[in-house]
């Protein structure tokens, strides 16, 4: 692991190493390990705080082990992690093995379409690189799917899959995680590929676990909640920790099994699904924030959706043509708050 300061280790590792067992050592301005290369490269190209420093000591915290190549963390970053991720990993530096890069805070986290993520202590910020070899016909299109799964099997096994179902855990089209009637977390995806192979799977994930942002006016967005609404909060080194271990055994059940498990998972947790719902195109939502006394003009379509593709479009009762794209709303009853993305 790498952190900038033994502050920053404490708040993911916890109690053993606020008390000082964990030895940390700068990293070398010309690193012979090609993951110490990624490592400060990442580090500079996320303009992140402070001085990469390994922990040289077994912490026994919640990532003092795993299946990652490298987990960084630091306090915050200049620049988005994901953004520097995909960045330094296409610029040549070599992708030994899964990366991991979590930031406590900072202005830097962007959604979806470059919408500012409102960070807040205590909550996950976590960006991935995860090196692949998966056929790009059959699992590309399925892909974005992933984070969004893994983050829900996460909430589960963070307070439990009984209480995560009582407070209505599930997913708004695309990628939104909802929880207590609001937007507890959300995900970008994004690949990379050569001919016919996946070669690198990239995620943003943002999870609310102590508190839920105030997000102020917005009527294309679900409210803000955290897992601390639903009655049970997550320190977040085990939150971390989950959420990482979630995204690989999905990950290793597409590459073993393809992605039927994938769409299924997806469809079962799906908020959408069965539902009414209203669509507009995209770019309404960007022009009501700039001028919000412009009215909300008639959504462009309407209907029940019957259907999630495994390329995540819709189908909806009668309509031959697909949604692909847009805002969506559900129609009326519980949980239409507006619009979402």
């Avoid at 090609?34 to 040289?56: E, N, Y």
């Avoid at 991720?85 to 992708?95: A, N």
């Avoid at 320190?235 to 690989?248: E, I, K, N, Q, S």
């Avoid at 700039?290 to 189908?315: H, K, W």
């Amino acid at each position: 692991m790498i952190v900038d300061d033994g502050q920053t280790l404490a708040a993911v590792e916890g109690a053993v190493a606020a008390g000082g067992a964990a030895v940390l050592c700068p990293l070398a301005a010309s690193p012979a390990a090609a993951t110490d290369r990624l490592v400060i490269a990442l580090w500079q190209a996320a303009a992140m705080s402070g001085t990469p420093q390994r922990v040289a000591a077994d912490t026994g915290g919640p990532l003092a082990a795993g299946a990652w190549a490298e987990v960084v963390v630091a306090a915050e970053a200049g620049v988005s992690p994901y953004a520097a991720l995909r960045e330094v990993t296409g610029s040549g530096v070599v992708l030994t093995g899964p990366v991991a890069c979590l930031t406590l805070g900072g202005g830097s986290l962007r959604g979806q379409h470059g919408r500012r993520w409102q960070a807040a202590r205590g909550n996950l910020h976590l960006s991935v690189a995860v090196p692949c070899d998966l056929d790009a016909v059959t699992c590309a299109p399925s892909l974005p799917m992933l984070a969004a799964v893994a983050l829900c099997d996460a909430v589960e096994d963070l307070i439990g899959a009984a209480q995560a179902h009582a407070a209505g855990l599930g997913i708004k089209w695309v990628n939104d995680v909802v929880l207590a009637g609001g937007k507890a977390g959300g995900v970008l995806t994004s690949l990379r590929t050569r001919g016919t192979r996946v070669e690198v799977y990239f995620a943003g994930l943002a999870l609310n676990l102590a508190r839920a942002p105030d997000l102020g006016a917005d009527a294309f967005a679900l409210p803000a909640s955290a897992l601390a609404a639903s009655g049970a909060g997550a320190p977040l080194g085990r939150a971390t920790a989950a959420v990482l271990a979630r995204l690989r055994r999905r990950l290793d059940e597409v590459a073993t099994d393809g992605v039927d498990g994938l769409v299924e998972a997806y469809r079962s947790r799906s908020l959408v699904l069965g539902r009414e719902v209203e669509v507009w195109p995209d770019g309404v939502r960007e022009a009501l924030v700039a001028d919000p006394l412009v009215p909300l003009p008639p959504p462009e379509r309407r209907g029940t959706v019957v259907a999630i593709r495994p390329d995540l479009s819709l189908r909806l009762a009668g309509q031959e043509r697909l949604v692909t794209a847009g805002c969506l709303r559900l129609a009326g009853g519980p949980g239409d708050r507006g619009p979402t993305r």
